[in-house]
């Protein structure tokens, strides 16, 4: 957001540019440009990241050798598949956020790209980032002080906070006063991003951690990446026809989706703790 919205701003007064070996672009293209340049830096990066030691190989599978996540999830679909799908489905409410809440401030409340990228992208760093490593430093407390599931009850309660303030944030009459209300809304929608993966990797068995994170992401993508941006969209366009309405479609997703996943995910509990159980037995 910050970064994007600075490139929008350098880029929004010239109609061309003239890049080193590349030469003259247009002003959509430099942003293009500008932006992708940054992914380079990742590059050296990655060449630090070492395989980590693999610790408890025969944990929860007596099939080590022939593991499977299909066959996993059929196993423990009263587990695997709610848990899947309200976290899916709670990815709605994440990515229609993450598309929409820009344009709700440039398009309702007046702010330039540039204003709205420092002002809202400073508030999702804070507090989106905050959100996802407090979820996981309250899991370990409760866990430490003997609550059973502790991941899966810190994302229950942000699913069900998320909600109703996410709303509060696109229903506010002006746009600091949105702002305001996004701090702690974006601080509860996050919490769940460590514990809701974290549930997963304490039911599945080692070998199958992989594959189990890679199907979790999949259909979070998946499912949030379209239904989100397309809600909103929907919404504007044939229920309010009024592209302004942008704050209404997104208190609309937020409380009719984040509650149900919150007590979706509730649900998995007693199956969570029989898969454990289970995994413990067999190891």
């Known amino acids: 957001m910050i970064v994007g919205g600075t490139v929008i701003q350098l880029v929004a007064h010239r109609d061309v540019f003239a890049l080193p070996l590349i030469g003259e672009v247009a ?28 610790r408890n190989e025969l944990a929860g599978s007596a099939t080590i050798g022939t593991a499977r996540i299909d066959r996993f999830v059929r196993e423990h679909a009263d587990f ?47 507090f989106g980032g905050a959100g996802t490593v407090l979820g996981g430093i309250l ?23 998320a909600g109703p303030l996410l709303a509060a944030a696109g229903l506010a009459g002006d746009g600091w006063t949105s702002l305001t209300w996004y701090a702690p809304a974006l601080l509860f929608m996050t919490l769940p991003g460590g514990t809701a993966i974290q549930v997963v990797q304490e039911a599945v068995p080692n070998r199958l ?65 029989r898969v454990v159980r289970e995994a413990t037995a067999s190891g």
């Open 209 to 273: 951690r992989g594959q189990a994170s890679a199907l979790y992401y999949l259909s979070n993508s998946i499912v949030g990446s379209t239904l989100g941006p397309l809600s909103i969209g929907l919404l504007t366009d044939y229920v309010y026809q009024d592209p302004l309405r942008i704050g209404s479609a997104l208190a609309i997703v937020a409380l009719a989706i984040a509650p149900a996943t919150s007590l979706l995910a509730l649900s998995t509990r007693a199956p969570f703790a």
């Open 139 to 161: 899991a370990a407390h409760l866990g430490k002080r003997g609550v059973a599931q502790p991941a899966i009850w810190i994302t229950v309660i942000g699913m069900a906070l």
């Open 27 to 54: 002003r959509w293209q430099a942003a293009f440009i500008l932006v992708g340049a940054g992914g380079l830096v990742m590059l050296p990066l990655l060449a630090t990241i070492l395989e980590p030691l693999r």
């Open 80 to 126: 695997m598949v709610r848990h899947y799908v309200a976290v899916s489905f709670y990815s709605v409410v994440v990515y229609a956020v993450l598309s929409w809440v820009p344009a709700h401030f440039i398009r309702v409340h007046g702010w330039t790209a540039g204003e709205t990228g420092l002002r809202y992208g400073l508030v999702l760093l804070l």
